[in-house]
């Protein structure tokens, strides 16, 4: 099976990892604040926080905003749960704003028309969380904008972005956004196994974040209520959470970010070559909007269903059965169970819902060979032929 993203993990990286379990430390020790500088330098960011996923970095940015009951997080319906469910966790409501039907990503026209009613009746939010879906940059210009105007804080997810860039500067400096969340599995563009980071240029809410990661405990006298009461002393001043990286993770993760700008290369490679062989396809290959340089996460593909035989799943299964590990990414999470059973209804984000009919992700990875790339465009033009 060729799957639609896999990590590339090479003898250094190996190396890398067992010098740490030689090591005095393997958790809380060098790597991770290297990590967290290579990942802050590389996107220009004044801060960076470490942590154990994307979906832990999307709640302790929540937290340090001051997210919490009676207030809003707004996001994408077309996102993986844990943009919307980092809201919940806070113990907010979470409401979407239907995509854009040429990007994929949020909609500013339908964010500003969904906020002008929202003021009206009072329930503006209090965080947006833009997604850039596939890797590309959601329009963060109109987005800051409407932020000034609303007063809403804005988190980006950037778990499929790393190495992109918005107007020229690298998704992740928090130009448009109060932080930027990136996520490490290992499917996506970098990995640490598990792990995520946030980026910001606050420093209140670096200093924030970085409590809140590790139980709201802190060794800093400043921080504290009292003078210490000796060497062993530390304070816990707020409620927090263990979601620390390991040293582990961290030395995979700087060893992985000295290749970040060829994979993002590479990906740009593979999908031009996509978009050209795929272009007299009944497919809609994706569009970039010239204001990005998409990370690429994704190369997602929308069927035009009109003008073939088969269904979408039937297409889908036909790529599965031809062992391409084909994915669709991402069933509008307004549909799932757990959100209907707050409100939501099939029906409410129509583009989120049409998209979801006829989208599916065709392999996208840095280490897939030009060989497995012409199996898989093959096995689609059968898929569509028949
Ligand atoms: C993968 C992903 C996450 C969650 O990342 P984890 O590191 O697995 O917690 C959140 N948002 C988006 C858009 C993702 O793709």
């Known amino acids: 099976m060729i799957p639609y993203g896999r990590q590339d993990i090479t003898q250094t990286d190996i190396d890398a990892v067992v010098e740490v379990l030689q090591s005095d430390f393997l ?7 290297r990590f967290e500088g290579s990942v802050a330098e590389h996107v220009g960011a004044r801060h960076a926080l470490a942590v154990n996923s994307a979906t832990s970095a999307l709640h302790i940015a929540c937290l340090a905003l001051g ?21 919940l966790y806070c113990g907010a409501q ?47 210009q109109a987005i800051h904008e409407l932020a000034q105007r609303y007063g809403f804080k804005i988190i980006e997810d950037a778990s499929h972005a790393i190495g992109g860039k918005y107007k020229g500067e690298f998704i ?13 599995h290992p499917v996506k563009i970098v990995t640490t196994a598990e792990g995520g980071m946030a980026t910001t240029n606050d420093d209140q809410l670096a200093a924030q974040m970085a409590l809140l990661r590790s139980h ?25 959470l263990n979601y620390r990286m390991t040293e582990l993770q961290a030395a995979l993760g700087v060893s992985q970010m000295t290749r970040l700008d060829n994979y993002v290369e590479r990906r740009h490679l593979l999908a031009r070559r996509y978009d050209e062989k795929l272009k007299d396809f009944p497919l809609v290959t ?3 909007h010239p204001d990005g340089y998409s990370g690429l996460h994704l190369y997602v593909v929308r069927v035009q269903l009109e003008k073939v035989r088969k269904s979408h799943r039937e297409v889908f299964e036909f790529l599965r059965e031809q062992g391409i590990g084909v994915n669709l990414h991402y069933i509008p999470v307004h549909t799932q169970p757990y959100y209907q059973r707050l409100g939501f ?6 583009q ?23 199996r898989v465009i093959d096995a689609v033009k059968r898929a569509l032929q028949s």
């Open 27 to 33: 958790t809380q020790g060098p790597m991770v604040p």
């Open 67 to 87: 997210l919490g009951v009676g207030d809003w997080l707004w996001t994408s319906p077309v996102t993986f749960v844990a943009s919307a469910n980092c809201g």
């Open 94 to 140: 979470v409401d979407f704003v239907d995509i854009d039907p040429i990007t994929y990503n949020l909609c500013p026209k339908a964010l500003a028309s969904k906020l002008e009613i929202a003021e009206r009746e009072g329930r503006l939010p209090k965080v947006l969380v833009p997604v850039h879906l596939c890797g590309q940059p959601c329009d963060m």
């Open 172 to 184: 992740g400096n928090c130009r448009y956004s109060d932080i930027t969340v990136f996520s490490f």
């Open 216 to 240: 709201g405990i802190t060794r800093d006298p400043s921080l504290m209520t009292h003078a210490s009461d000796g060497p062993w002393y530390y304070q816990q001043v707020e409620l927090g």
């Open 286 to 288: 994706p569009w970039q």
């Open 345 to 350: 209804e099939v029906g409410d984000f129509p």
């Open 352 to 374: 989120a819902e049409s998209y979801y009919r006829e989208a599916i992700s065709l392999p996208m990875f840095q280490t897939m060979t030009m060989e497995q790339q012409d």
